[in-house]
């Protein structure tokens, strides 16, 4: 059950758009649209922003989507704000029924 | 509102056991399957254990197979635990969470409880 890899790191200024990658294998994210995404303040419990690769639970912003193409997912955040800034994971379903987490990507809004 | 609260964390020795709780209210808790999640200090999300709605299935992370056990009492709306062969590595809060989109969407957790194996 190797993490999947995200990028360490991302940054964007106010307005723009920015899209975190998600790369798994053909054993999780590729065998499933069963990834979800997660964004984490310090010291704060994760809040679901997409499950199912695409979906958004009631109440999260429209400026948050998902897409998934073979082995990789991503989480696109458009017209960046400054409460944007937090750590963000994605999360997938195996074909071994458990579950795996991205290795986390610190968004900084410039 | 629905609430899931942990209890149970508390530093321990390498090689010790511990037993979470993770009490629920606000919601038919036999109805949700629940998550184990950790985070080490500094690090980021790791999966820990999953439990179906009725006990009947559970799966584990491969670093914690064999020594966590999770377990669940519907009448007592709540999720346990069970830590055994503590290593410094499992250092972490834990998490527990409501299976709102099956199989990981999760929009309810609880606050952590921290737990610290060190000797």
């Known amino acids: 059950q190797s993490a999947l890899t995200q990028p360490a790191s991302v940054s964007g200024s106010p307005g723009q758009s920015i899209t975190i990658s998600c790369t798994g294998t053909?054993?999780?994210?590729?065998?499933?649209?069963?990834v979800s995404w997660y964004k984490q303040h310090p010291g704060k419990a994760p809040r679901l922003l997409i499950y199912?690769?695409?979906n958004r639970p009631s109440g999260v912003s429209n400026r948050f989507s998902g897409s998934k193409s073979g082995n990789t997912a991503s989480l696109t955040i458009s017209g960046l704000q400054a409460e944007d800034e937090a750590d963000y994971y994605c999360?997938?379903?195996?074909?071994?029924?458990?579950?795996?987490f991205g290795g986390g990507t610190k968004l900084t809004v410039l | 509102q629905v609430q899931l609260v942990e209890s149970g964390g508390g530093v321990v020795q390498p090689g010790g056991s511990l037993r979470l709780s993770c009490e629920a209210s606000?919601?038919?808790?036999?109805?949700?399957?629940m998550h184990w999640v950790r985070q080490a200090p500094g690090k980021g999300l790791e999966w820990v254990a999953v439990?179906?709605?009725?006990?009947?299935?559970?799966y584990y992370g491969d670093s914690v197979k064999g020594r966590f056990s999770i377990s669940r009492d519907n009448s007592k709306n709540t999720l346990y635990l069970q830590m055994s062969s503590l290593r410094p590595e499992d250092t972490a809060v834990y998490y527990c969470?409501?299976?709102?989109?099956?199989?990981?969407?999760?929009?309810?957790w609880g606050q952590g409880s921290l737990v610290t194996v060190s000797s």
């Open positions: 969470a409501r299976v709102d989109e099956w199989p990981a969407g999760c929009v309810y």
């Open positions: 606000g919601f038919t808790f036999s109805y949700y399957g």
């Open positions: 439990i179906a709605h009725d006990g009947t299935n559970v």
């Open positions: 053909s054993s999780d994210v590729g065998a499933y649209n069963y």
């Open positions: 199912d690769v695409t």
């Open positions: 999360c997938s379903y195996t074909s071994i029924s458990t579950v795996v």
